[in-house]
């Protein structure tokens, strides 16, 4: 008999590279140290909790459909337009409903050479060409990016800061970067980790939504208001693109719980000011410890460190070998340790170091030191 072949899905959906998340978990029941997924050490706020579960006695009644709290509370701590703001289930389902709305078969998008993986999914999920700019010292390569746009050229992807890398680029390359596209080009901006920069050349990308045709800023609650498990986003963009992505989006697609949480993590401005604070004096303190160490840190405005490696055995240094990151991600799980492997963003020598809590972070500084062959 001859096999039945079941449905196929169309062309390029087969090639695209499934997401891969960090490790979660390792087997055992023992606890773990969790430095991962670049999730705040604080939690959420015990604010934003209570309102979440206050939401219980209405699980049976759909939220509102447009988000409406949220956007409201969010357009009153920005000083922004509530109609030019389009909530969703994290910045993923916005970056992939922006993707929807403007790409398609012959279109081309560019994003950062390390860039967020997301973007390149997004952009092939619609039948596009995903087009990846080299950057310049692991930062987004302005004059690269301006060199890869053609007449196929729909959109451009840069996270400011940047994922995994942590640096950033100043508002003025911003500025330039979209001075340099065509006025159907969109400039997405994913200030994912916005609120944790503290640099005087840094804007997020309000300015730029609010004065152009073709800006949008994507946010999220996920990183410093800690309600990555809610999966909850935000994009603020020029009206005609709001209302693109109004049509296209789930008529529900933001729990009630959700909102709540997030209007309220939005008022406890003193739970988020805590969260900077700690990030800053911990990321601080881990580069240069780790740096003493030997191992090289690339300069980071988020909550987050790339660690970079000796390569191993093919390392010309005798005492670098057996020090790869690979091997120094299996050391770190034999001590209930979880960094982030990042060989898929080009870094096969490399972990990301999400900043812990102290104990966290002290926890994997004893741990490299006694990796490195360090004296304690």
Known sequence: MTAKRGPIPRPGILDIVPYVPGTGGLPGAEPVVKLSSNETPLGASARAVEAYLAQTPQLARYPDGSARP?????????GLDAARIVCGAGSDELLNMLALAYLGPGDEAIYSEHGFLVYKIAIMARGAT????????????????????????????????????????????????????????????DAAYAEYVRANDYEAGIELVATTPNTVMTRTFSKIYGLAALRL????????????????????????????????ALQDQAHM?????????????????????????????????????????ASNSESAAGKSAREADRFLHERRIILRRVEEYGFPDALRLTIGTEDEN??????LTEFMGKDT
């Open 70 to 78: 949220l956007r409201e509370a969010l357009a009153k701590k920005y």
């Open 130 to 189: 995903p087009i990846a700019a080299p950057e310049r010292d692991l930062t987004t390569d302005v004059d690269a990016i301006l060199a890869r746009v053609t007449d196929a050229t729909r959109m451009v992807f840069i996270a400011n800061p940047n994922n995994p890398t942590g640096t950033y680029l100043p508002f003025d390359e911003v500025k330039r970067l979209h001075a340099g596209l065509p006025e159907n080009v969109i400039l997405v901006l």
């Open 362 to 367: 002290r926890a994997v500084l004893d741990a």
């Open 273 to 313: 000011e805590q969260a900077v604070e700690h990030n800053m004096v911990w990321r601080g303190r881990m580069a240069e410890a780790l740096e003493q160490l030997g191992l090289r840190v690339t300069r980071s405005a988020a909550n987050f460190l790339l660690v970079h490696f000796p390569a191993g055995v």
């Open 233 to 264: 986003g935000w994009v603020y963009c020029p009206a005609p693109i709001a209302d693109a992505l109004n049509r296209i989006r789930g008529p529900f697609n933001v729990t009630g719980p959700s909102i709540a949480a997030g209007v309220a």
